[in-house]
């Protein structure tokens, strides 16, 4: 008989696909070059659906025009509150009806002109690939010291917990912020930075569950047989703690995305013109309210993101844990 999943295992893994889709497929699915820049003067600030005509000239500069007309020497047209008339010669896309290319901006446009559609997708790739990786270093960096407080006795324990008691004293975003500081912000640094903060959580649930199996039946029959510490620890000990720790890892990603969106929003994380989904809503920020979409829809997706992994990550504690079932 197939097992049926709690409905929010389904959702939450379903927006997670969704978004991870859409990252994996940004050079595909945007339209334009996310730090393409044709006429930021005629560009800029423009609100979603707004569909502009390109006229690219000989000299190599191109116009953003809101409408144009074809005239018998070459065209006329209308663009930030003005008209311009170029002759046919000096328009190298020029067409009986017009100009032979248009940009849409789908979700608007920043301040210097660029598509925020084309910078969301590709933003999604930094900040669920910085998420991604940073809590795969905190789940290994967790579970190594969660083990090595377990198993390497009573002055490795204290020793470890002490210390992880003394990070656990400082406000994250606080220690997030001193450490940024200190490092040049970067793609690299930031995901270092983010998965040094993030594994106390995970070292404590993998110590107490570590624990808790030492004193099962089939440690100690393990242990009865001469099996080493080591298999041990490989073929009993961690597979069987490693359902708690990767339900706590699905919850830290959420976390983990806020953390870098606060950072990039502060100007501390991924500095531009990188895009990322915090540093989008920073750029916003001082455009709202007239340009309310630059910040509205990268905090759409930090939301939608977040809601994600928070539902997957509920919803496997509901499935795998015997007590709440």
Do not use: C
């Amino acid at each position: 008989m197939s097992r049926r999943w709690p409905p929010a295992v389904v959702w939450g893994a379903s927006i997670l696909a969704l978004l991870a889709g859409l990252a994996v497929a940004a050079p595909l699915l945007a339209p334009y070059d996310p730090d393409e820049q044709l006429d930021p003067a005629a560009g800029l600030l423009r609100p979603p659906g707004t569909e502009l005509a390109v006229v690219r000239l000989a000299d190599g500069r191109v116009r953003l025009a809101d409408r144009l007309h074809r005239t018998a020497s070459g065209l006329t047209l209308e663009r930030l509150g003005a008209s311009e008339s170029w002759p046919a010669a000096q328009v190298t896309n020029l067409t009986p009806n017009g100009v032979a290319e248009h940009r849409v901006f789908r979700l608007g446009s920043d301040k210097f002109g660029r598509d925020l559609l084309s910078r969301l997708l590709f933003g999604s790739r930094v900040s669920l690939g910085v998420a991604l990786v940073a809590v795969l270093f905190a789940a290994t960096v967790g579970v190594a010291i969660g083990a090595a407080a377990a198993l390497g006795g009573s002055w490795l324990d204290g020793l470890l917990m002490r210390a992880l008691d003394a990070l656990l004293a400082f406000p994250v975003l606080f220690l997030m912020i001193t450490l940024a500081a200190l490092f040049r912000p970067g793609p690299l640094s930031i995901t270092i930075l983010l998965g040094a903060v993030s594994w106390m959580t995970i070292s404590r649930l993998t110590r107490a569950e570590l624990l808790s199996l030492k004193e099962r039946e089939f440690i100690l029959a393990a242990i009865a047989m001469g099996q080493s510490r080591w298999r041990i620890l490989w073929r009993h000990l961690l597979p069987n703690a490693m359902t708690p720790v990767l339900i706590q890892a699905t919850l830290l990603f959420g976390n983990v995305i806020l953390a870098e969106s606060a950072l990039s929003f502060l100007g501390m994380g991924v500095q531009p013109p990188t895009p990322t989904w915090g540093n989008l809503v920073a750029q916003g920020r001082d455009a709202l309210p007239q340009a309310w979409w630059i910040a509205s829809f990268p905090g759409a997706a930090i939301a939608l993101a977040v809601v994600g992994f928070n539902l997957l990550g509920e919803g496997l504690r509901d499935a795998w844990d015997p007590q709440r079932r």
